[in-house]
């Protein structure tokens, strides 16, 4: 799909390729919906176990890779909800 979008890109202009990119995306049926899931659920990577009794809040909270407090990231977090 990216190099459809390229080679459309490149006759349209970027503007116009994106604009029919998203077109087809909200336009799928259920069926390509699935096998668009079901493709990007084998590129993905497998999630690591929690340790036991431990949330995901408490495994993440304080090593974010940044020099932001975890202040400074829920309230972004807030934000963007």
């Known amino acids: 799909m990216a190099t459809e979008i390229q080679d459309e890109a490149r ?11 998203l077109d087809r995306l909200a336009n799928r049926t259920p069926e390509q919906k699935q ?3 079901e493709k990007l659920m084998k590129t993905a990577r497998k999630a690591r176990p929690l340790p036991e009794g431990k ?8 090593t974010w890779p940044g020099d ?3 202040e400074q990231i829920l309230k972004a977090l807030d934000e963007l909800s």
């Open 35 to 37: 096998a668009d899931r």
């Open 55 to 62: 949330t995901f809040f408490e495994v993440v909270q304080g």
């Open 68 to 70: 932001e407090t975890d």
């Open 11 to 21: 006759a349209t202009g970027p503007n116009e390729a994106l604009d029919a990119a």
